[in-house]
């Protein structure tokens, strides 16, 4: 296999969410997960509520669960959406189908050749997706290539300075796979303390003995801590690196947010909630980038 099927075969094997609800067949899943996504990051939906897209021909990359392609349907799009798995693809229909949503259409596809003419869209939206592709740049040429004139890229990126990625990987999810090699009964608390199930964290301390001191080089240890000690790739970006990933493009705009409470050492029933935003704002995991063509 090569580096995109590898990527492609992760996630089919390991849909977005996954982790934290049980997929099953039904309505009845979609809207647990929903509850939970949105309750988790209630900004995707302020975020959207700001965006325009009545009677907008929409682009979606990376379907995940199909939580946010519903709610761009509910606000008026032509929604069309391509997704690198047939898992992914095959539940969007699913949902769609349970909720009687119309749709343009919906397809497996690799976003570093999207099968679509020049100037289709008018805005593509992707929220979590790109950043897992070694090759992002030709992402967002792509992207860029299928926009109309003035039409929009909204992309959702991990955020470089952040909490998550200096604090929680960089420090403590390290230390703690150190403490728990030397102190393996202490599984539980290092899980309490770094947001990892148990399950997830005795698979990075198998990793950590078969790969030795590379796998906590955080050139490689960022791909295993993003979604999966199995995940194979992901990067992080911060203002400037975006803004010349996308620098195609014109009316640069950024916003942050995201503070994973589960990151914060169980301290996040103690901090005032006004701290939290504070942090989340300035230092939270997600970096949305909004770009015109």
């Known amino acids: 296999m090569n580096e995109i099927e590898n990527i492609e075969k992760f996630w089919n094997e390991n849909p977005v969410g996954s982790n934290f609800v049980e997929y099953h067949q039904g309505k009845e899943f979609y809207d647990e997960y929903d509850a939970f996504r949105y309750a988790t990051e209630g900004h995707i939906l302020k975020e959207l509520d700001q965006l325009d897209f009545k009677d907008k021909i929409v682009l979606e990359i990376g379907l995940g669960q199909g939580a946010d392609s519903m709610q761009i349907i509910n606000r008026g799009a032509i929604y069309y959406g391509i997704d690198l798995t ?11 189908h349970l909720f009687n949503k119309s749709y343009a259409e919906v397809k497996k596809a690799d976003a570093q050749s999207i099968p679509y003419p020049n100037n289709s869209f008018d805005l593509v939206y992707s929220h979590g997706v790109i950043h897992h592709s070694p090759h992002i740049d030709k992402i967002v040429e792509e992207i860029y290539r299928v926009l109309k004139p003035n039409g929009w890229a909204v992309v959702m990126l991990y955020h470089k300075n952040s909490i998550n990625y200096y604090i929680s990987i960089g420090l403590i999810r390290r230390i703690g796979l150190l403490v728990l090699f030397v102190f393996p009964f202490l599984g539980k ?101 909004f770009s015109q063509k």
Request: proline share 2%; net charge positive.
């Open 189 to 289: 608390l290092i899980s309490k303390l770094t947001g990892e199930s148990v399950d997830r964290i005795e698979k990075h301390k198998r990793n950590f003995q078969q790969q030795g001191w590379g796998y906590l080089k955080m050139r490689n240890f960022v791909h295993k801590s993003t979604d999966g000690p199995d995940n194979l790739y992901a990067t992080v970006w911060n203002e400037q690196s975006s803004r010349r990933l996308f620098q195609q493009f014109r009316n640069h705009r950024l916003t942050i947010h995201f503070l994973n409470e589960r990151h914060l050492l169980g301290l996040q029933k103690i901090i005032p909630q006004r701290i939290k935003d504070w942090l989340a704002k300035r230092y939270g995991w997600h970096l949305w980038i």
């Open 86 to 96: 047939d898992e992914s693809v095959k539940r969007l229909k699913e949902r769609f």
